[in-house]
């Protein structure tokens, strides 16, 4: 999930006034909307997981910036999702990591405190499942990129 989505909004308004932002819950729309909304996108901001697999409905040059985790993958590097990459070729979408530092506890939110207990496999798993909150400063020179700014 995105922390504080409003504030975010806001700021890629005001920072890119030509630009159509929706603040979109998938889970409200129907396929029909949401495969509207995502055909019509030129850059689409998500967290992994879930609700990320939707960017194989994205138009040819569209760009994801993907919400990594806390210690996440370095920039742009992405495994191929097995079968789905053999249905859903994904060439035609440029990829973009924003990066989470597990040093500032103020960029995201483990679901449970539990996280810093237990070996690094269930404290990777806690973090992966994190939400994020995102800062303008290190979104911005993502959205420039893909905006081409």
Not at 71 to 94: S, V
Not at 132 to 141: A, C, F, I, W, Y
Request: hydrophobic residues 40%; aromatic residues 14%.
């Amino acid at each position: 999930m995105i922390l504080d989505i409003e504030n975010l909004v806001a700021s890629i308004q005001s920072e890119y006034t030509t630009a159509d932002v929706v603040a979109a819950r998938f889970r409200d729309l129907s396929w029909p909307d949401q495969l509207r909304l995502l055909s019509q996108a030129s850059v689409f901001i998500t967290t992994q997981g879930s609700s990320a697999f939707r960017w194989v409905w994205l138009r040819p040059g569209a760009t994801v910036i993907v919400l990594g985790a806390p210690n996440a993958f370095t920039p742009n590097e992405w495994k191929n999702f097995h079968e789905l990459d053999k249905w859903f070729p994904l060439h035609y979408i440029r990829f973009e990591k924003y990066l989470v530092d597990i040093n500032k506890t103020g960029d995201y939110k483990a679901q449970a405190e539990e996280w810093q207990k237990g070996d690094r496999g269930q404290q990777e798993w806690w973090l992966y499942n994190s939400d994020v909150r995102v800062q303008m400063d290190r979104l911005r020179p993502l959205l420039d990129k893909a905006l081409g700014f």
